[in-house]
């Protein structure tokens, strides 16, 4: 009997093992502790437990077959679950992949208690109701299983244990002595099996963790010793302060002990590096320290990028879901585009770095799949005629076309497909990016590569053994995507650092030890019954077969033991802490925090609130951190405002009067002149805002809606021009947002055409005065105003221009309706009216005694804006959303108003130093975090407030 922790193990393996002992582990995870503790690896030999139980039954002649691996034993679950009978509710969710691995989870966890489906059965008929019939279903479900397993000579650990448990050893040859190291849960088989290896003569030590004085903890691990019966007990080691955790008594002597709480995970991690740097600054050896996080998909990340950041070695085995890696995502994408028939899917592919297709290429590639989707039934093929006798350098793209012609029709078998899959990513350039990247992403890349071919080859033994169907591609796409959903990649990091783990059982001998999100529901986690067989269904199976059955119950006290364990890993310093918040919540400490301070006696507090950003004044710290602090400390400087200088960026800036300037950024200048700089002169977007709904505003211009005859054809032109926009921004959007976009469309397009028809009869046009995309500068307009001496060339394409009882009128799309005030000094201040202005005052020759604009809007109303003293020819009709608005001042004075305003963004333009303006737009600048004067974040005003500045 040994202590928890690390240290126990070491101590436990020192006393037992020696030469030409074999060291073996109920758990293989516990095993790469023991190879990590051994002190003369060379003189023993570490065994996986099943190995071991396969070499002793070929030492009686028997015969062994290949151990089942998690992947096959999953598919075979899913596979059985569809033969099922029965029409029960578990049956039929037994058909869902979840529920189907859940099934297999349970299942396994039965089999190391000894009960398979026989055992089931049993149950089932000593038991009544839903819970009979249940285990019936597993019953059924566990000898399909092993049907298959038989088939494809596959066995569990549990069959060559059971093997070997009626038999007699002749002779126990080389194996003499071997160690034993127990895991966390109980394995009544395996202690049967360990009773029977002793009764053939070998010497075994069982090496378990235990409390001799505590016997309310461990108790998985009491049971086992009482089911051995071992005759010798030896307590290796001493007594340790963790053994008053969880009693009314309080620790004589105990390592140093923290209790941190930091305002968040990042600032958490932060802290514990910090705690790890100063450590071995003071010469700790990096093996000796060691940071503990539960969950670890959230930690590791932030430990990884922050230990980078201040210089610490991390040793670490990170998993992450296989679909994170772009190798993973990149090959996956590959399959779709070529199940798809898209060829907009294919092109996508070509932006992926692995596919390393240059920039000139990608826009080539997109100009014909646009042009091609459209015209060409069979585009694939018209694709591959275009890639001949194209010039663009991308060698893989042929060698994808080929891959896909040869196996895009007919069906095959998966072992077909695997062989298939091999060459996709093989003989094409795909990974050829993985083989040219850093170590540490090639590492990753070729991890997953072998993770992807592994899991279909599972699968594929499976299937091939069940004689199932054949698989079309897009089965074997579907199928594919479906296994790797729930794969993991794991990546071993070099050893030689700081040791950073999630398990508890798993923790090697260290002289520190930082334990990470000390909170409820992760240390400890929350009591959760099984949702297959809950407490009560565990109990009555316990109460029919005699078999202890654990349940959620005894989950809570292992999780009490888990913590004892990590309390009793470190011989010198335990650090706990907690973030105070996450992302959308408050977070609650543990309650095994206040029963450490309890029994620890002299418990260290430290808080570190968010101001903190660095250790304050002469503490230690990295280097990253005193840069930092300095900046801090330091004088604070504002940002200043920015402009444009040099003679030749203010060059590029300015505008071209005389080629045109459209009325938007004459607006947008108003607003703020970095604002329009950016969107028009430098033409610079943020991905999130390339595209939107407010693309599809362009549409009524696009298909002639202002002179359409007849709602039918307006209809249909505008689905025609909906479809060539989603054609040609496939490139830049995902399926669904083109999906979104695509309903967005066809809603608004109804809309529309019913708007439109419906006021025709409200405000009747003058015949012969409607025309269709109009340019600004045709048909009368007025588009070249003079400010100070200099001619302005106003262009843009308006949806259409009408006249409507002798009233010029200018037809615009927008998002919402548009606002007037009758307050003079306040008519076309703002952007939106500005241009409004703009649009009234090129009207002013075609027909200065009335004139108007109307507004369609995306809210669902139509709005006519008239600039006249005289509203009486025109009328509103508010039950179809059609109203007229008129603004309470002359023309003679609203256009006075817009010149002014004019000579304002003509100025701010010419003088082209692109000065941010903050104001009210900025909280939907797209530019925010480059003009650094946002007033939503930018360097002027802390977001926190001056306290937290």
């Known amino acids: 009997m040994v202590a928890p922790g690390g240290a126990g193990l070491t101590s436990g393996l020192d006393h037992c093992a020696r030469d030409g002992t074999v060291v073996t582990a109920y758990d293989d995870a516990r095993l790469r502790v023991a190879a990590l503790a051994v002190e003369d690896p060379e003189s023993i030999e570490l065994v996986p437990f099943g190995d071991l139980v396969g070499r002793v039954v070929r030492m009686q002649g028997g015969t062994v077959e290949r151990l089942v691996t998690r992947g096959q034993r999953d598919a075979m679950t899913i596979l059985a679950c569809e033969s099922l009978s029965g029409e029960s509710n578990l049956v039929r969710s037994l058909q869902m992949t979840g529920t189907a691995r859940l099934a297999s989870q349970r299942l396994e966890e039965l089999r190391h208690l000894g009960i398979d489906g026989p055992d089931l059965r049993l149950g089932a008929s000593r038991l009544n109701g839903s819970l009979a019939d249940k285990l019936e279903t597993l019953a059924e479900l566990s000898d399909l299983v ?13 069959d060559r244990v059971k093997s070997c448990l009626d038999s007699v050893l002749d002779s126990v040859g080389p194996l003499n002595h071997v160690v034993v190291i127990a895991g966390p849960d109980e394995r009544p088989l395996y202690d049967a099996w360990l009773l029977w290896l002793c009764r053939q003569g070998v010497e075994v030590d069982y090496v378990i963790e235990l409390l001799p004085g505590r016997p309310d903890v461990f108790l998985p691990a009491q049971r086992s010793i009482a089911r051995l019966g071992s005759k010798k007990r030896t307590v290796v080691g001493e007594e340790g302060w963790y053994e008053v955790l969880f009693t009314d008594r309080v620790a004589a002597t105990t390592p140093s002990v923290e209790i941190v709480e930091a305002s968040d995970v990042l600032a958490e991690c932060e802290w514990a ?21 539960r969950e670890a998909s959230v930690y590791g990340p932030l430990l990884t990028a922050t230990a980078e950041r201040f210089g610490v070695t991390l040793q670490a085995v990170k998993s992450a879901p296989l679909l994170s890696c772009g190798l993973a995502t990149v090959v996956l994408q590959a399959l779709r585009a070529a199940a798809s028939g898209d060829l907009r899917e294919m092109a996508r592919l070509a932006k992926t770095s692995y596919c390393q297709t240059s920039i000139e290429a990608q826009g080539l590639l997109w100009e014909a799949v646009s042009e091609l989707t459209s015209e060409h039934d069979n585009a694939w093929s018209a ?43 093989g003989e094409t350039a795909i990974a050829d990016e993985a083989a040219a990247s850093n170590p540490q992403i090639r590492s990753r890349d070729m991890r997953a590569q072998t993770v992807m071919q592994r899991s279909i080859a599972d699968y594929a033994f499976v299937y091939d053994q069940a004689g199932l169907r054949e698989l079309s591609l897009s089965g074997f796409v579907a199928l594919v995507e479906r296994i790797w959903k729930d794969e993991t990649v794991t990546v071993e ?43 009560e269904a565990r109990n009555e199976l316990t109460n029919a077969l005699g078999v202890r059955v654990p349940d959620s119950r005894d989950e809570s006290r292992t999780e009490r033991d888990q913590f004892i364990r990590l309390s009793a890993a470190p011989t010198k310093s335990l650090i706990l802490s907690y973030p105070l918040t996450d992302d959308d919540r408050d977070n609650v400490p543990a309650f095994y925090l206040t029963e450490i301070e309890r029994a620890a006696g002299t418990v260290t507090k430290s808080v570190y ?29 504002y940002a200043g405002p920015s402009a444009v200088t040099l003679i030749e960026n203010k060059a590029v800036l300015r505008p071209n009067w005389e080629a045109g300037v459209k009325p938007g950024e004459l607006g947008l200048a108003l607003n703020c002149p970095f604002q329009a700089a950016y ?9 999130s805002s390339q595209i939107g709904p407010w693309i599809l505003l362009d549409l009524p211009r696009l298909a002639g809606l202002s002179v359409a005859k007849d709602p039918q054809s307006a209809r249909k032109a505008l689905l025609d021009e909906l479809d060539r926009l989603l054609a040609r921004t496939a490139q830049r959007i995902e399926r669904w947002e083109a999906s979104l976009l695509e309903t967005t469309g066809r809603r608004w397009i109804d809309e529309w055409v019913e708007r439109e028809f419906h006021s025709r009869t409200v405000w009747p046009r003058d015949d012969g005065s409607s025309f269709s995309n109009v340019g600004l500068d045709s048909h009368g307009l007025r588009n070249n105003p003079k400010i100070e001496g200099k001619t302005i060339h106003l262009v843009d394409e308006l949806a259409g221009l009408t006249t409507v009882n002798g009233v010029s009128v200018i037809q615009l799309y927008q998002n919402s309706a548009p606002k007037t005030t009758d307050v003079e000094t306040q008519v076309f201040a703002d952007r939106e009216s500005f241009k409004y202005g703009l649009y009234l005052m090129a009207q002013f020759n075609r027909n200065s005694a009335a004139m108007a604009l109307e507004v369609d809007s995306t809210t669902g109303s139509r709005t006519l804006l008239v600039l006249s003293e005289d509203r009486g020819r025109l ?23 817009v010149r002014e305003r004019l000579k304002t963004a003509v100025n701010l333009l010419e003088k082209a130093d692109a000065s941010p303006k903050p104001g009210e737009h900025c909280s939907t600048c797209w530019y925010g975090e480059l003009c650094r004067r946002s007033a939503e974040h930018g360097d002027v005003e802390s977001p926190f407030g001056e306290d937290e500045t």
């Open 273 to 293: 590096l910090r705690g790890c740097g100063k450590l071995l600054d003071e010469g700790t050896p990096h093996h000796r320290i060691g940071i503990f996080a």
């Open 493 to 535: 990091t070099p050893s030689g650092g700081v040791f950073f783990g999630s398990d508890p059982t798993c923790l090697p001998e260290l002289d520190n030890l930082f334990v990470l999100g000390m909170l409820e529901g992760s240390m400890p986690k929350r009591r959760r019954e099984d949702p297959l067989l809950d407490d």
């Open 679 to 687: 969107r028009y002169r430098l033409r610079v977007s943020s991905p």
């Open 383 to 425: 694709f591959q005629g275009w890639l001949k006798d194209s010039a663009i350098d991308a060698a893989w793209l042929g060698r994808f076309l080929e891959w896909r012609q040869s196996h895009s029709e007919g069906t095959a078998t998966l072992s077909t497909w695997l062989e298939r899959f091999r060459q996709l990513v």
């Open 609 to 637: 609130p968010r101001q903190q950003w660095v250790p304050l004044g002469n503490a230690w710290s990295f280097e990253a951190d005193r840069r930092f602090r300095d900046a801090l400390e330091g004088p604070r400087r």
């Open 875 to 897: 009328r509103s009709d508010q039950g179809r959303n059609l109203s007229v608005r008129g603004i309470g001042v002359s023309p003679t004075r609203a256009f006075r108003c």
């Open 146 to 158: 092993k049907d298959s397993m038989d088939v494809a000579h596959r066995e569990y650990v549990t």
